[in-house]
């Protein structure tokens, strides 16, 4: 999570396995579209708020990859 301009690298930050189903990869990827819709300008948000965009497009475009290998495999 970034936290200003006092951010980790990703490389030294704590990594966690976590098992999610199918339900649970939508319910982040519709979280995450509906912040990155609605979030206030950067100015408005908290400090520990102030996530790049790049960052947002990347979760969501992992969590699209997820969705779609869950479509694939169903369609096999």
């Not at 936290?3 to 939508?26: A, M």
């Not at 819709?37 to 790049?52: F, G, M, W």
Request: charged share 30%.
């Amino acid at each position: 999570m970034a936290t200003g301009n006092c951010k980790v690298p990703r490389e030294k930050q704590p990594e966690f396995i976590v098992k999610l189903y199918e339900e649970d990869v939508r319910l982040i990827y519709n979280a995450v579209e509906f912040y990155h819709k609605n979030r206030p300008k950067s100015s408005e948000r908290s400090k520990y708020q102030q996530e790049p965009t790049h960052h947002l497009e990347w979760m969501k475009s992992a969590m699209m990859a997820i969705m779609m290998e869950c479509s694939f495999q169903e369609n096999k």
